[in-house]
């Protein structure tokens, strides 16, 4: 498969990100990179091996039902560029 | 030209676990904001999510009580949507191996019994409160209700009209409430339902194009959407003109829906396995020990009011699509040995009282005992049906103890013939026109008298012994 302009277009729109023409570049020849290199693992013959859902092989791994204390506010907000009343301001979305 | 609708829904339903998801933050509903909320559903770099196994149970709960097959090896993807009510920019969700498929739920339509056919079920976290700030014209985030589980659960397109909609919910909803796995109170989102909709032409073979209605939270609001939106497909095809596929915002207090940007509509997620979450295995041990935890259904149920209390379907249908009204029928039927008598409180005067005041099922607030309590002291001759009533009112609005209420009142049934007969001579020289029209052959002002008798003896002597006085007086 081959990388346009227009599918990193398309992706920088999904990602809410504005590149540069020189990282649209580099972006480019990166995910070509990428794509090749499963072209390569594509040349094996998978049929007869079970998918792989988790590198680890474990299951189960849950926390109980039950209630801690949460963070405390000014401690959650203290990293957030902006924020007002209590809560993380962002730029307007829809509506 | 004659249309058929086509409807599925996928509804989202937030379970009553006591901590979130992936996290030990609360899920109670409500508080300041982002007061519920820590490292891992905030997103903080770093933080590995951890699986509620309550979560696991509710859902195979859910999967069982609606006749699916349990997915032994499940397990979580990634959901990826840049949009600020998700913090890590991604929601945790199943879409390859969701944990429950291919049951179905039986609704009582118009046209007899229907299956409605669940796809599949499977478990999310919820995202965050979004508020527009008019002052500085921006949106501030708050993230208690974000992490909070979720089942989503998808149906067939089964249902054709907005009655089936709202039969399959009330049916769902009852199975949610009485497997205690969502309280399902519409007005906290706790349930909610996107609906899907096309029409075609009747006898056509494939679906027309569908339209997407996001986050409907009232039974009210789906039907008026389903209305309209039916209707707004239609007039376009009788135009010859196209449906267009797209997700459109119904607005109630308008009552049109409108179709949302473009950019919110790019469903393009790029799913992958969920790298932090490993997956879940399900034993049969574990299917058969919640098998053996699951409640009476709200099917069996009602089939065994009818076969065993002999109560009218209908009245059936009411109770036991609300689990609030079948604690109080079973509790009732406790006190008083009597279904008949108890169904009918309920679907009577009950009814009168929720509709009078606005009230659902669900906050039905006094002690479930009183109702047992008043039918009992009615049937003993101990009250009258009169005054049975004003009791039940004085429980449902004060929640009054039924016995401490009459004592203090003296609203016990008048005894005392000649107390009766006193009063009712006293309402005869104050009505003498009527007592003249009476013996002059009106029979209408015998009824008249009977009524003014009852009131001035405030309802509390029976009807039959101020009739036979009365007669006795009147020759
Ligand atoms: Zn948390």
Redo the contacts between chains.
């Keep these: 498969m081959q990388i346009g302009s227009d599918l990193v277009n398309y992706l920088e729109a999904l990602a809410r990100i504005e590149l540069t023409d020189t990282q649209r570049e580099k972006c480019k020849s990166d995910l070509q990179d990428i794509l090749s290199y499963i072209d390569t693992l594509n040349e094996l013959d998978t049929s007869g091996v079970e998918p792989l859902s988790h590198s680890f092989p474990v299951t189960n791994v849950f926390h109980e039902d039950c209630v801690q204390e949460s963070k405390d506010r000014d401690g959650l907000l203290l990293n957030a560029p902006f924020k007002k009343d209590g809560c993380f301001k962002v730029p307007k979305t829809v509506e | 030209m004659n249309y058929e609708i086509t409807i599925g829904l996928e509804v989202h339903t937030e379970l009553s ?3 979130k998801i992936f ?4 899920t109670l509903f409500g508080g ?8 891992i559903c ?1 997103g903080m770099p770093g933080t590995l999510p ?7 149970e509710y859902a195979v709960k859910t999967g069982l009580a609606t006749n699916c097959s349990i997915t032994r ?1 499940n ?1 979580f993807d990634r959901k ?1 949507y ?3 009510d998700l913090p890590k920019a991604y929601q945790i969700s199943q879409l ?2 969701p944990v429950c498929r291919n049951g179905y739920v039986e609704i009582d339509s118009d046209a007899g019994k229907k299956k409605v056919r669940i796809h599949e079920i499977h478990m999310e976290e919820d995202a965050g409160k ?4 008019p002052w ?8 208690n209700r974000c992490g909070v589980p979720l089942l989503e659960i998808v149906s067939e397109p089964d249902m054709s009209s907005a009655q089936e909609v709202i039969d399959y919910l009330e049916k769902l909803r009852a199975i949610l409430q009485y497997t205690g796995v969502s309280d399902c109170k519409m007005q906290e989102g706790s349930l909610r339902a996107d609906i899907n909709l096309s029409v075609r032409p009747a006898g056509q073979k494939e679906l027309g194009t569908r339209t997407e209605m996001k986050n409907m939270n009232s039974f009210k609001a789906i039907t008026r959407a389903i209305e309209s939106e039916s209707k707004r497909q239609i007039e376009l095809l009788e135009e010859g003109k196209e449906v267009v596929q797209q997700t459109r915002r119904w607005d109630d207090n308008k009552g049109t829906s409108y179709s ?2 473009s ?2 509509d ?1 469903h ?1 997620y ?1 799913y992958f ?1 969920e ?1 932090d ?5 399900i034993s049969d041990a574990q299917i058969d020990e919640i098998k053996s935890s699951m409640p009476e259904l709200p099917q069996n149920k009602k089939l065994r009011y009818i076969s065993e209390f002999g109560l009218p379907q209908y009245d059936t249908g009411i109770i036991t699509n609300s689990i609030h009204l079948v604690y109080l029928f079973e509790e009732t039927v406790k006190i008083c040995k009597n279904p008949k008598i108890a169904a009918n409180w309920i679907m009577v005067e009950l009814m009168k009282l929720l509709n009078d005041s606005g009230t659902l099922p669900e906050n039905i607030n006094f002690n479930h005992s009183s109702l047992g309590k008043i039918i009992v002291i009615l049937e003993q001759g101990k009250i009258t049906r009169e005054t049975a009533k004003k009791v039940f009112g004085e429980v449902f609005y004060n929640d009054v103890d039924p016995d401490t209420y009459i004592k203090d009142n003296n609203l016990s049934v008048m005894t005392d013939s000649l107390a009766i007969r006193t009063a009712i001579e006293d309402v005869l020289t104050q009505n003498e026109k009527s007592v003249n029209e009476y013996k002059g052959g009106k029979t209408q002002a015998f009824q008249y008298l009977i009524g003014q008798s009852m009131r001035a003896l405030k309802g509390q002597a029976q009807a039959q012994e101020v009739t036979k006085i009365l007669k006795d007086i009147l020759g």
């Design positions: 676990t006591k901590s996290c030990n933050c609360t300041e904001p982002n007061t519920h909320v820590c490292e905030s951890l699986l509620n196994q309550t979560v696991v090896y397990k990826n840049f949009y600020p390859y191996l979004l508020i527009h700030d500085e014209d921006c949106t501030l985030v708050d993230y949302m940007r950019k919110e790019a393009d790029k396995p790298p979450l490993p997956p879940i295995e």
